[in-house]
């Protein structure tokens, strides 16, 4: 074995998560007490989705959002 | 006692005596054939009982009974057999090699695969222990502190496994992998954490 560096001999990280599509009605604390049992932690989920959501009040159906 | 009987009984002693000549020409032969065909097998034992066993014990058979015809003194069949067993014994260091190396690469391959997806695992993991231990009410069905546990088993074998790697321990790399894999899905199991691939 040439590369004993671990990262160098793996390709980069395969990107897995939990993914929950955003259904009619819906909002961020409610998603958040769905998988976190608690509303008030949705700004980690708001967080994790910055590069699809601007506003954690404007969430749309149909969008795939990370669940960290 | 006539000519006739005296030349018999010289017939006689001679021939045992040729058989007894020819015998004791092909002993030293048939020994030094053994001799090589154990020194075959003494050089490639290590890597063979490793990557061939089977092959080897085959070998080691034949080899036997070449042994054991000598010591009934057929010397003609220890000559005989002896160029195949040869022949076989020189082959276990090419079939071990082969062998190894074919094994190397599934580890490798196994590594490749392991090291790709277990940080991600891990990561994501980590991220949903640290958001739940805030949480002031658990999901039902969620059991934090065994996951928890999990979780810091499969870090501490995931740094075992990759100074493994890092020793050139290949297969203890991948076994202790396929141990943190194993607590990294217990631990999501007790998140009810279901990991997928990224939607594209």
């Given at each position: 074995m040439a590369d004993k560096d671990s990262t160098a001999a793996a390709?980069?990280?395969?990107?897995?998560g939990q993914f929950h599509e955003v259904q009619k009605g819906e909002t961020l604390g409610r998603i958040a007490e769905k998988y976190y049992?608690?509303?008030?932690?949705?700004k980690d989920i708001f967080e994790a989705n910055k590069d699809i959501l601007k506003d954690p009040n404007k969430i749309f159906p149909g969008q795939k959002l990370r669940i960290p | 006692m006539s000519l006739k009987r005296r030349f018999g009984q010289f017939a006689a002693v001679a021939f045992v005596g040729l058989v007894l000549a020819a015998c004791a020409s092909q002993k030293e032969p048939a020994a030094a054939a053994i001799s090589g065909i154990e020194s075959a097998i003494s050089g490639a034992s290590a890597e063979a009982s490793k990557y061939v066993p089977d092959q080897l014990a085959d070998v080691q058979s034949k080899l036997a009974a070449l042994k054991d015809s000598f010591a009934k003194q057929d010397y003609k069949a220890v000559i005989t057999g002896a160029p195949a067993v040869l022949s076989a014994a020189q082959g276990l260091a090419a079939a071990a090699a082969a062998k190894k190396d074919e094994i190397v690469k599934a580890l490798s391959d196994d590594w490749t695969g392991l090291a790709g997806s277990l940080p991600g695992v891990l990561d994501a993991v980590k991220s949903r222990v640290d958001i739940l231990s805030k949480s002031k009410k658990l999901p039902a069905g969620v059991d934090l502190a065994s996951a928890k546990a999990s979780l810091a088993d499969a870090s501490g074998l995931w740094d075992k496994a990759k100074a493994a790697f890092a020793a050139n321990n290949l297969e203890e790399a991948v076994s202790t992998a396929k141990d943190v894999k194993a607590k990294a899905d217990a631990a999501a199991s007790a998140l009810k954490l279901n990991l997928t691939p990224a939607p594209k």
């Open positions: 390709p980069a990280a395969a990107a897995v049992g608690d509303p008030s932690l949705y | -």
